[in-house]
């Protein structure tokens, strides 16, 4: 009986020890997706806020859980790795506007009315008759989730805009931190609305939007660069492209690599601009406009000892929320088209203003929650338009953005500055050179 109760001894310990070992939390449990917790939230149409100089803290936080997303309960509640400390606050501003720009907002009134969604032949929706501007400034209707998808893929993005991570970084739940520092330099070729500039750039083929990001440090990984191009009729899937400096030259990705890392990080191809999803092999169900808290930088944003550690949650130097409303979707693969996908859902959350994603909790093709990120932008002037300014949230723009990975205890952090939109990145106006497979040959000359 004793050797009995010795080799169960021994079993338990070596339990405890391979928990350990592998990382897993012994605190961390699943969380399933439920539609519950999100019709949970406060509708838009609520007479219900939060008032600005509120601070939420691990004592009031569950005073205010419906004016936030899922995964932000999730880091409150402390059910995984990644949890808020017990010093932890949340300082809540007064609502402001977001103005979209003046050509962007004619441009809506000019076109929208003759856009319209074509059921295609596997099960999601194209688009037709678009040119520029919002496509559904009013969606309604049964496709309501699907033309808000689509406000969201054509939200304001300048022809050229340049940002520089130098305090980026991967880590994992032992604090092991890879560093790195990313130039990004990305141009929208089609559908403009920006003074001086024409809908259509001449000479840019079928190209839509091209992303370019570049390592620039550490050493070791220099130059590595990935470039996505994204093509006019949004059905195609995107080119990526990888320079391997240790090659160099440049290397077509598979289309079907859309859930492969992006340079290493926690996100994946579709998960840059936060949500770099092509609609038509999409489905967007509208669990209707609600009330959540959203982040915007302030000052000490790029100083990481504004940060919650380990996770790096920022704190009222770094970032004051406020009530905001927003589009919550349901988007998923189409059936067809689901099998080997990494997400089961993207629970997107969509400002209502500018139509720029803002949060996003992504569930596992279990349906179980695995990473979480938001996207916490600041606007940016636009030159030559006396004052009118975009969001900066349609990737990238000067901010925070973060991914935790909660199933895996590992997280990216983002924090970009410096940015530069249109003729004040002038020096990185070149299309060819950033925004083409052969432009990638002279990052090392």
Not at 24 to 48: C, G, H, K, N, T
Not at 57 to 86: C, I, S
Request: with cysteine; hydrophobic share 35%.
């Amino acid at each position: 009986m004793k050797m009995k109760w010795t080799k169960l001894l021994l079993l338990a310990m070596a339990a405890c020890a391979w928990l350990l070992c592998t990382g897993i939390d012994a605190q961390a449990q699943m969380v399933s997706w439920s539609e519950q917790s999100y019709d949970a939230l406060v509708p838009a149409s609520s007479s219900r806020t939060i008032p600005a100089g509120t601070v939420i803290t691990a004592r009031n936080w569950r005073k205010y859980k419906d004016f936030m997303p899922v995964g932000m309960q999730e880091l409150w509640a402390g059910k995984f790795f990644w949890r808020l400390p017990a010093n932890a606050e949340m300082a809540v501003g007064k609502t402001t506007s977001t103005p979209l720009p003046r050509i962007y907002q004619e441009d809506t009134e000019k076109y929208s009315s003759q856009v319209k969604l074509v059921k295609n032949s596997n099960g999601g929706y194209n688009i037709s008759g678009y040119v520029a501007g919002a496509p559904f400034p009013h969606p309604s209707g049964p496709a309501a989730g699907d033309e808000i998808m689509y406000n969201e893929y054509y939200a304001y993005i300048p022809y050229l805009i340049t940002t520089y991570s130098k305090l980026g970084f991967t880590m994992d739940r032992f604090g092991n931190k890879y560093v790195n520092e990313v130039r990004e330099v990305n141009f929208k070729v089609k559908h403009l609305s920006d003074p001086g500039k024409p809908v259509n750039i001449p000479g840019t083929g079928n190209v839509f939007l091209t992303q370019n990001n570049v390592i620039m440090e550490p050493e070791q990984s220099k130059y590595i660069n990935s470039l996505q191009i994204f093509h006019n009729n949004p059905a195609d899937l995107p080119e990526s492209y990888v320079f391997l400096p240790s090659l160099r030259r440049s290397i077509r990705l598979t289309t079907a690599a859309r859930c492969s890392p992006l340079v290493g990080s926690d996100y994946t191809q579709d998960d840059e601009r936060s949500m770099n999803l092509q609609p038509p092999i999409f489905q967007a169900r509208f669990l209707g406009f609600k009330k959540i808290l959203v982040g915007y930088p302030v000052k000490g944003y790029t100083n990481k000892a504004n940060y919650y550690k380990p996770l790096y949650f920022p704190g009222p130097e770094a970032v004051i929320w406020q009530v905001r409303p927003v589009a919550v979707l349901d988007i998923r693969r189409v059936p067809a088209l689901r099998a080997g996908y990494c997400y089961g859902s993207r629970m997107a959350f969509i400002d209502e203003q500018t139509w720029q994603p803002i949060w996003m909790d992504l569930y596992d093709s279990g349906m179980h929650l695995w990473k979480i990120g938001p996207s916490i932008y600041r606007p940016m002037p636009i030159p030559g338009t006396n004052g009118d300014v975009c969001t900066g949230a349609g990737g990238p723009g000067d901010g925070i953005y973060t991914f935790w990975d909660v199933q895996n205890d590992h997280l990216t952090l983002d924090i970009q500055s410096g940015g530069e939109i249109n003729q004040n990145a002038g020096r990185f106006d070149n299309y060819v050179r950033w925004g083409t497979p052969g432009g990638m040959d002279e990052i090392m000359q």
